[in-house]
């Protein structure tokens, strides 16, 4: 029994592991196909994107990857070769986004967006139906090719932790133990969570970080190693499928000779504060974008408007050599630093010869970061990592360039000269923009340890994580005095979810009697455990709307016996043709008055209903609900029922006070 | 008042890391001169230890240095020379083991050990009074200079856990957020341990997982993040100190370019399992010996005891090449591979010149294992970390030798071909040191996550995770099966500490009415909110233990008002003069018989008592201990009270189920 039960879990994860790590390089492999069919294809083998087509080939002697200029034989007049890849370009980009929207909105709806913020709710306890069901997972596989290799301003990370949900939830209905256990449940998808970021990071303990710091609700120790398990599996199953893949980790990777000195936390800090504010602008104006269009007929065409910001994002990129390019090689350029082997586009100096590189990478900026905005919210897979990043690298690259330009032009050299030497670059502006891109993340999603911990897996040097730290945490300070929560609540707050943060201590100075006062639906309705026709019982559940009743001894004493869940009672008044509408009710096991003819319905009621003082303070309460995972308490004063607190009830309370 | 209340939350830490830092730094700068006071002295400065000493001075060059077969001229004879050499060794390893215990027994008895079962118990809410104390503090850091310097087979990684909680608790009197709040309090405390072990192995993020996984029992993300900087703010302090610190960083350090092949896992597992079997042996000898001396009369001669230990394990260590070096020193050479820089005596091949070196590393494996073994459980501060470090390198060496042997010689190395050529060693001997000591700990503490990633922070390579991560689950399973739970807990059992597991779910069947029937104390004493005079009470309070005493509206009703400590009870009979004996007192503030002349203690009374029904689910009960930190709760059905059940009660119950 005991093997059986460890074996089973360890199973489990193995399975989600290996199934998560193959998802992963599928939509890895699909959008670098999908990516490049925008610029052409493969005469040999049309599945090969241009990377394989021309494996092994000299670039300039590949013939067998033609682009469409080429294959319409468009390649010899200037406007025709642009006309047929500026035309073919923009028709790919609006059709593969459009296809994404129109397979979110006539298929499964659930697949738009990241998925983050409900799968946080899932994990706290909360029950949305069909959201990782095996509709949204395929849906959101194939939505997530799309939109990504669309160019539009997104990221593959957020949904790519959807569909390990997914995949956790579909495996875990293999196993008893987990099919009908919410809370063993849970477990797994925490564990998924883990592997998906791993995977998508290169990042085995980042991963487990993200799912302990940011999505899950609940972590137990045994949680925490087989989430670390199925993160290593799925590394290791993405490898195997996927062993050319241009994953993360080798996209981020730097060399390890870039050193940083003390004056240079001044500009560390200057990014952290700049990062903060940019988080909180983001959050502030995407959430006012998405309420508008909640309100806006906008609402009613997703497609087009999926079909629009696509069009627009397509042609404004073009204006600017950063945005033109894709979000993986722009992050790639910008952690690179100004050596040898870097573009020298971004590097200081640069600009002395052909038009200030500054303007061109502050554009970039402000396009990335509006395109951002405008696309978190549409209806297309969609996630915030990768956006965010290229945001915080060109940032930290702005910072870089202003500090370079400022020990070069204002600070003289000499009293800088214990750091660095005339004429060489005092900066490395690839550090910067790590710290940047670590900074935004920090505050666009108020994460901390998290994301040291990635870019410490990312960079491999510990060198690196006292400026990252630095930027991170005045990213959270000044993004949490501008707006006081992160994008995911956020998002949790604007759809209304029942979700209890358990992040910052409530300090309401209130009892449980003031909540009970000022709650709006007073009415408190009860179930005597021997006095209640089935009749009545059946008005009651029409005219009401409450999830559980109370069974109390009678109406006069006011005694606790139990709760009963709504959905048990109607339940149980379907299955059983009910002889007599006038027969009695029995709820409670030592009710004296069950005479005969009496039904007995004692097993429908939970004996064991967590009560609460009316005196007791809300923070405790507020604890409990949070700890314990309670949906409702009772509330009792010498022993008397005063009251039910719902989670709603104390959310609602809790936020007014 | 925010800005104040974070500020000095951040500033505590700050501190607190500073603090912590600067220990370790001493520690380590104390033990270094100690330990080389053994063997000889510096003449220009006798402060300096051995390599002060002779900074930038080539050792044969170095006169400064002089051993005491020198110092008294003793080093022409051969005789002489170790009679000098041997008894000064000798003399100094007893005194200062001796004057470690002399310092504990009498000054601070709670600065043995390890103190890292005490500090779990601490932090899940147990109060031991004065064992973060300032005499604690300063008796654990010179004893722990002391008795790390003698000799014995301890380590200084626990004791500076302790150390570092002393830190935390002492530095929280200065905030008054922190003074007076015990939850708030076990925050900066678990910020502390994270940091002493961040510092004790270089490892930030090790540290931090450390404190979540193993020593603290309510982690908040809060605590994450301050955990975190605590751990950074100790870092850069100890190197400020001490930057010439052979710190572990250093001495665990591994060259990059050690690879492992598929095939190899099966050695790992072998490790893992043997790992696990030594794990379960050491902490059942420990235990044994622990109770044995309990009971024995050696527990009245502690000092003696401590000079008898470090007499034989002085004179035995010698018998061996391997013991008679420092652990530090043979941990690094374990941890060596097999190449042009290594010591060859450790090699595969070198037997065949002189002796057997797998029969050496075994006979040191057995002594370690002894004397690790004896010497947990002395009136010494003294960590487990280090030594179980080296009976896992010693038993990972051990294994790869058995491994090259069987590759050479029964498997054919054809049949191998693909992994290894012909004369060159086909097995990477430190690796699997590296993994024998992950291995080896997680027998013994049961800790998982905190192991890998305090190796891969040590190594910097991804690629050893995945052996560590084997060794370590095969160690924790087998040695889960031969012993239930790790050597903290098992000491916590031992010293009868009242600290409910929160790693393990437990699986009772039964009922909380279960647990009243079979409670031993089982006469409820009520007091009745306004029946019972002074006099009573007093009898009341001298007849009987309890802690709390429930508060019911009359004997026959039997309805809850709130309970009252015995703390606030006694305070309060002992500031009143009582003007009369008989005088009712007064409890409930809503009773009605409460005539002229009553004294009124409503007041005393918590209104807000956590009950429960009888009918709940023990598990549920256990979830309520552990999550909201109870000490006990009421049970009631149907509004009357049946009983108290205390943390106790629900633990003997748990573990007699």
């Known amino acids: 029994k005991f093997f059986f039960d460890s074996g089973s879990a360890w199973f489990c994860v193995f ?51 033609q682009t469409w200029p080429q294959i319409f034989g468009a390649d010899h007049s200037m406007v025709g070769h642009f006309a047929v890849d500026f035309g073919f370009y923009v028709t790919f980009a609006v059709s593969m986004a459009v296809f994404a929207a129109v397979l979110v909105v006539f298929i499964a709806p659930y697949a738009a967006g990241s998925g983050i913020a409900e799968i946080k709710c899932i994990l706290s306890g909360f029950v949305i139906r069909r959201y990782l069901g095996v509709r949204t997972y395929a849906v959101k596989m194939f939505g997530i090719i799309l939109s990504s290799a669309s160019g539009l301003s997104l990221g593959k990370e957020g949904p790519a932790v959807h569909l390990a949900s997914c995949i956790g939830n579909i495996t875990s209905r293999w196993f008893p133990k987990y099919a009908n256990n919410e809370a063993k449940k849970r477990e797994i998808l925490s564990a998924s969570t883990a592997a998906a970021l791993s995977v998508a990071f290169g990042a085995p303990i980042g991963g ?25 599996i799925a590394g290791l199953a993405v490898r195997g499928v996927n062993p050319w893949g241009n994953s993360l980790p080798t996209l981020y990777h730097v060399e390890h000779t870039i050193r940083w000195v003390v004056p240079e936390l001044i500009p560390f800090v200057v990014i952290g504060i700049l990062a903060g504010l940019l988080g909180s602008a983001f959050i502030k ?21 999926v079909a629009f910001i696509t069009f627009v994002t397509t042609i404004l990129a073009y204006s600017n050599p950063f945005t033109k390019m894709s979000s993986s ?12 082997d870097s573009t020298p586009e971004f590097c200081y100096g640069y600009p002395l010869e052909s038009g200030n590189v500054f303007y061109y990478i502050l554009g970039a900026l402000v396009l990335k970061f509006i395109f951002t905005t405008v696309t978190a919210g549409i209806k297309v897979p969609a996630g915030l990592f990768v956006p965010n990043i290229a945001v915080g690298a060109l940032l930290g690259r702005l910072v870089a360039l202003s500090t370079q330009w400022l020990v070069n032009n204002v600070i003289s050299v000499d009293s800088y000269k214990g750091y660095c030497k005339m004429g060489e670059n005092c900066v ?21 340890v998290t994301l040291v911990i990635i870019m410490f897996e990312l960079t491999g040097s510990i060198e690196f994580v006292v400026p990252t730290m630095i930027g991170i945490m005045f990213a959270k300070w000044v993004g949490d005095a501008t707006h006081p929560v992160g994008i995911y609540e956020a998002q949790i707050d604007l759809c209304g979810y029942p979700f209890l943060d358990n992040r910052d201590d409530e300090t309401v100075e209130a009892s449980v009697g003031d909540l009970l006062a000022v709650k709006p639906n007073r009415e408190l309705i009860v179930l005597e455990q021997a006095a209640i026709s089935v009749g009545r019982l059946v008005t009651l559940l029409r005219d009401t709307s409450f999830c559980v009743f109370p ?30 509408q006038n027969a009695t009710v029995v709820f409670g096991s030592n009710a004296i008055s069950a005479g005969p003819g009496c039904l007995h319905w004692e097993k429908l009621v939970d004996m064991a209903p967590i009560c609460v003082n009316v005196h007791m303070k809300i923070e405790i309460v507020v604890e409990m609900f949070r700890k314990l995972g309670l949906r409702q308490v009772l509330v009792t004063n010498n022993g008397h029922l005063l009251g039910v607190i719902t989670k709603k009830d104390l959310l609602k309370f809790v936020r007014h006070n």
Chains 1, 2 share one sequence.
């Open 285 to 305: 104006l995407n959430m006012a974008l998405c309420a508008w269009r909640k309100s806006s007929s906008i609402s009613k065409h997703p497609i087009a408007e």
């Open 551 to 580: 069974v109390v001894t009678s109406q006069e004493e006011m005694i606790v016996v139990g709760f009963i869940d709504r959905v048990h009672l109607e339940r149980q008044l379907a299955a059983q043709v009910v002889p007599d």
């Open 15 to 65: 399975a989600v592991g290996i199934w998560t790590g193959v998802t992963s390089a599928v939509v890895d492999i699909g959008e670098g196909w999908m990516s490049d069919l925008k610029f052409g294809l493969c005469q040999r083998n049309f599945w090969l994107n241009r990377e394989h087509c021309c494996w092994a080939i000299p670039s300039h002697n590949c013939t067998d990857w």
């Open 329 to 340: 090689l722009l992050i790639r350029q910008m952690f690179n630093n100004c050596g040898k």
């Open 428 to 448: 490395t502006p690839g550090l910067y923009a790590i710290v940047g891109a670590a900074a935004v993340l920090s505050g666009v999603m108020r994460m901390t």
């Open 208 to 232: 487990v970080m993200f799912s302990l710091e940011e999505a899950s609700y609940y972590f137990t120790f045994k949680t925490l190693w087989r989430s670390f398990f199925c993160a290593l």
